[in-house]
């Protein structure tokens, strides 16, 4: 059973645009989400996350967007950066599990310059 | 920056070897985890720690095992290892009352059973 789903497997965006990232999820528990990124041949770093009590949280120019009673969130990068090719998975949390994290498939991000 | 080291980064070997894939950390984590990734896929929790001497299994099975002696010590071992095996183990610590979720990764071990 999939918890996290991250439906689109690849996405391309021109430098300077905004890349959007989304993520489904179906436990309606999950109390905290996290996305990370990951270059080839490295681990995956943590890059921003949200708590489920609100509804956006920025970090330069990553934000992230929650919509919980669609259960879908949003990774928005502006402007996007050839540095910022990678593999960005969603995660999910939920307290009960001893804040074991769930991840999604991951989008491979690709911005052209 | 993160200070978790994961050995061997590549590890190609054969049907019925016994394998272990190291994990070091030196930040005094408390938590420590082991998922598993097969490309284009999720990463699935297979063991994690919350400290000495405590060990849980994961959401996926795996027959692997692990232990947790030292704080900053986490080894997975693979007692005969199978092509099914063949994936990528990635290594992760957190601090034990971290409430966020966020993990520190190593750089994961490729490890291939022909």
């Known amino acids: 059973d999939q918890q996290v789903k991250q439906n689109s497997p690849s996405l391309s965006v021109q430098e300077g645009r905004i890349s959007i990232l989304n993520c489904d999820y179906t436990?309606?528990?999950?109390?905290?989400f996290l996305w990370y990124k990951k270059y080839p041949a490295e681990g995956p770093t943590f890059l921003i996350s949200i708590s489920s009590i609100k509804d956006k949280n920025e970090d330069g120019r990553f934000t992230v967007f929650l919509n919980k009673s669609a259960k879908h969130l949003s990774l928005h990068i502006v402007p996007s950066q050839p540095g910022d090719s990678a593999v960005y998975f969603c995660a999910a949390q939920l307290a009960e599990y001893g804040n074991k994290l769930v991840f999604g498939a991951g989008t491979i991000l690709r911005v052209k310059s | 920056e993160a200070d978790i080291y994961q050995t061997p980064r590549y590890l190609v070997i054969g049907t019925g070897k016994k394998i272990t894939l190291e994990c070091s950390q030196t930040?005094?984590?408390?938590?420590m985890y082991w998922y598993q990734q097969d490309p284009g896929m999720e990463l699935h929790l297979i063991h994690y720690s919350y400290g000495v001497n405590s060990t849980e299994k994961g959401d996926l099975s795996s027959e692997s095992t692990v232990s947790r002696i030292r704080t900053e010590h986490f080894p997975l071992t693979l007692e005969s290892a199978r092509p099914s095996h063949t994936s990528q183990y990635l290594c992760?610590?957190?601090?034990?009352?971290?409430?966020?979720?966020?993990?520190?990764f190593g750089e994961g071990s490729r490890l291939t059973v022909l």
């Open positions: 992760a610590s957190s601090e034990l009352y971290a409430n966020t979720g966020e993990l520190f």
């Open positions: 436990n309606s528990m999950f109390d905290y």
């Open positions: 930040m005094g984590h408390d938590k």
